[in-house]
């Protein structure tokens, strides 16, 4: 009888093992469903997040390029200005600079 009692003891041991791994394989494959999940969640969210980057990025280049090609043009005028005033000021004052400069060439001093 105590045999019978062994061996039932030992039966419900194995059984109840068997239900504990089952407990724990199901859990484990909960928590690695979980984990799957949270990783294609975050990924999700990195690229969301880095399209969102990307259109602010392109959205604020669009705008100074934009700008640039006007402020390249505007200088370009601005300089071209300033260069036919400075012709002007000395086509001015070139003949009265070559005279005096030739009165300094053709004067002799003792």
Known sequence: MDSMRGQGGIQMLLTAEQEAQQIVSAA???????????????EKDVADYRSKLESEYQKKLSETS?????TVKRLEEETEI?????????????PDIVGMIMKYITTVKN
Request: hydrophobic share 25%; aromatic share 0%; glycine share 6%.
């Open 28 to 42: 484990r494959n909960l928590k690695l469903t979980r984990l799957k999940q949270a990783k294609d969640e975050a």
């Open 66 to 70: 934009g700008n640039s090609g006007s």
């Open 82 to 94: 300033k260069i036919q005033k400075l012709k002007e000021s000395a086509s001015k004052v070139q």
